[in-house]
C-alpha cells in the first residue's frame, strides 16, 4: 500500500503531459466556457463595444481566474466543507476589489466604463464554477493552467465580438494607452458625401448575442462533434 | 493530531482567519492606492467643470487649462452669502478649498432626506437644511472670448441612483451657457442618455424664469419647451424630473447669491 502511494508519486507527471494541455486547450474550443457552456454571457454582451473595454475586462477576468483557482485549490484541503462556497466567494470578491481598485488608480477612464461590470466579476459564472468544479478537487499547478484555459476560452470570444463590433459600428480599433483609432478616411463616409456609414446597431447589446451566436454557428460547423441530439 | 475540518470549532476558526487576513489585504490596498484615486477623480471634476463652459480637456492637460480658465473658486452658504473665494493654485489636499467642497457627500448625508421630506415645500426644505452648515461651491470662469461664466454643480437622483452635473451660466446670470450631466446607475438608452450631447445640447442659450414659479423645467418626452424649458427624456421621465429638481434646487441657492453681488454694485 505504501510503496504504491510512494510510486505514484514519483511518476510525478510533468506541468505539461497530455492531461494539462487538455485542461489548457479544451476550453479555448472544445468546452468553451461562453460559446459551448454559455457562462458568463451576461458581460460578454456589455462591454463589447470597444476592443479596449475587452482586453481590460478580459485581463481582470484572468487576473481574478488565476488567484482565485490557485488560492482555492492551495487551502483545498484546510476548506470546510460546510462554508466553501462563502469562501470561494470571499476569495473571488476580494480579487475582484483589488482589481477594481486597482483600474481607479491606473486606467481611470476604462474603469469609468466598466463601472459595474468590473464588480460584477464576482458574479460571473464562469469563476465559480471552475472553483467549485476543479480548484476544490485538483492541485495547484493543473488549477492553475484550468484557469488560465478557461480565461483564455473566455477571452478570444470576448475579443472578437468586439473586433466586429467595433469595427463595422465605429469604424475604429481601440487599444488600452493608445486611444480609438479610425482607419475609415473621412471622405468615405456618408456626412462628407461619400458611401459609407457606420452600422448603429452594432453598437446596441441585440448585435452582441447576434455576434456570439454567428461564432457558435461557425464554431459547430467546423467542430461536428459539439452538436447535440434532439 | 488530526483535525476535523468540518467541526464547528474549526470551521468558526478559518472563518475568522479568513476575513482577517482578507480585510488586511484590503485595507492596504485601498490606503496604498488612496492618493491616485484622489487625483484621478480631482482631474475628472476639473474636466467636467470645463466641458460645462465647452473647453474639452483630458487628463493630462486638465490640471493646466483648469487653472488657466477657471478664475476664481467661490463658496457660498444656503442664504447666497459668500464664505471663502480664492483664486490660488488647486489643492485637492486643501479642505478649505472651495473646490474641495463634496457636493455629492453633502447632497447624500443631508439634502436627499431633507428635500423627501420636504415634498416641494420650499420653505420646510430651507428650514431643515438651515443648521447643517452646507456650502455651495461656484467656478467663475473667463472664456477665450472674454465672457464671464459660472459655473455651478447640481446633485440629485435619478431612478435608480445619484444623478450630478455641471450647469455654466452666462454674465446675466440667467441665461445658460451650457450644462452637462452624469449619472451612476440609470436605464441605458433611457434614463442614461441625459449625458448624451443631444440632451446637454437643448440647454445651451435658455433662460432661468426669475420670477416664475420655477426658475427651468425639464418637460415630459414630447412636450412643447419655450425658452425656460427643455423637451425631458421619452421613457427616462423619472431621470428626467431628476435633472428638474437638481437644478431648480441648486440654482435658487446661487440665485441669492448672485442677488446680493448685483445689488453691491449698485
Request: aromatic share 8%; charged share 20%.
Amino acid at each position: 500500500m505504501s510503496t504504491e502511494t510512494a510510486a505514484a508519486t514519483a511518476k510525478k507527471e510533468s506541468l505539461f503531459s497530455k492531461k494539462n494541455r487538455k485542461l489548457l486547450v479544451d476550453p479555448l474550443d472544445d468546452s468553451n466556457p461562453i460559446t459551448v457552456q454559455v457562462l458568463g454571457i451576461c458581460s460578454a454582451l456589455a462591454i463589447t463595444v470597444q476592443l479596449q473595454q475587452a482586453v481590460i475586462m478580459s485581463l481582470s477576468v484572468l487576473f481574478v481566474m488565476i488567484g482565485g483557482n490557485v488560492i482555492v485549490s492551495l487551502l483545498r484541503n484546510m476548506i470546510p466543507d460546510r462554508i466553501r462556497i462563502i469562501v470561494q466567494l470571499v476569495v473571488v470578491a476580494s480579487l475582484v476589489i483589488i482589481v477594481d481598485q486597482a483600474l481607479k488608480a491606473f486606467q481611470p477612464d476604462i474603469s469609468e466604463k466598466l463601472s459595474v461590470f468590473v464588480g460584477l466579476i464576482i458574479t460571473n459564472c464562469i469563476i465559480m464554477g471552475r472553483l467549485e468544479a476543479f480548484a476544490l478537487g485538483n492541485k495547484p499547478g493543473p488549477s492553475f493552467l484550468d484557469a488560465i484555459g478557461n480565461a483564455m476560452g473566455y477571452a478570444w470570444i470576448l475579443l472578437a465580438v468586439s473586433i466586429v463590433r467595433e469595427v463595422f459600428g465605429s469604424g475604429a480599433i481601440s487599444l488600452p494607452g493608445m486611444g480609438q483609432v479610425k482607419f475609415l478616411p473621412t471622405e468615405w463616409f456618408m456626412s462628407e458625401g461619400g458611401f459609407y456609414e457606420n452600422n448603429n446597431l452594432m453598437i446596441l447589446p441585440p448585435m452582441a448575442l447576434i455576434t456570439v451566436g454567428i461564432i457558435i454557428w461557425i464554431q459547430r460547423s467546423r467542430n461536428q462533434a459539439l452538436i447535440e441530439e434532439n | 493530531m488530526a483535525i476535523d475540518k468540518n467541526s464547528t470549532g474549526y470551521t468558526f476558526l478559518f472563518s475568522i482567519a479568513m476575513v482577517v487576513v482578507v480585510g488586511t489585504a484590503l485595507a492596504f490596498t485601498a490606503l496604498s492606492l488612496k492618493d491616485r484615486q484622489d487625483a484621478n477623480a480631482a482631474d475628472k471634476k476639473m474636466m467636467d467643470i470645463l466641458g460645462a463652459i465647452g473647453v474639452s480637456a483630458d487628463r493630462t492637460n486638465a490640471n493646466a487649462l483648469f487653472a488657466e480658465y477657471v478664475v476664481e473658486r467661490v463658496a457660498i452658504d444656503l442664504d447666497g452669502r459668500q464664505v471663502s473665494a480664492t483664486s490660488a493654485a488647486v489643492d485637492p489636499t486643501d479642505k478649505a478649498d472651495p473646490f474641495s467642497i463634496d457636493v455629492k457627500k453633502d447632497y447624500r448625508a443631508s439634502i436627499k432626506s431633507a428635500v423627501k421630506a420636504a415634498d416641494g415645500d420650499e420653505a420646510a426644505l430651507a428650514a431643515a437644511l438651515s443648521d447643517k452648515a452646507l456650502e455651495f461651491p461656484l467656478f467663475r470662469c473667463v472664456t477665450d472670448a472674454g465672457q464671464n461664466l459660472y459655473v455651478i454643480p447640481v446633485v440629485g437622483s435619478g431612478l435608480w441612483g445619484p444623478i450630478w452635473g455641471y450647469v455654466a451660466l452666462e454674465e446675466d446670470m440667467t441665461t445658460i451657457f451650457g450644462a452637462n450631466f452624469d449619472h451612476k446607475t440609470e436605464t441605458p438608452g433611457l434614463g442614461a442618455e441625459i449625458k448624451e450631447s443631444f440632451f446637454t445640447d437643448k440647454f445651451k442659450g435658455k433662460k432661468l424664469d426669475i420670477e416664475g414659479s420655477a426658475l427651468f423645467s425639464v418637460l415630459k418626452g414630447g412636450a412643447p419647451t419655450d425658452e425656460n424649458s427643455v423637451d425631458g427624456i421619452t421613457g427616462g421621465t423619472i431621470t428626467s424630473k431628476g435633472v428638474d429638481e437638481m437644478i431648480n434646487r441648486t440654482l435658487k441657492v446661487y440665485l441669492r447669491y448672485f442677488e446680493s453681488q448685483t445689488r453691491a454694485q449698485r
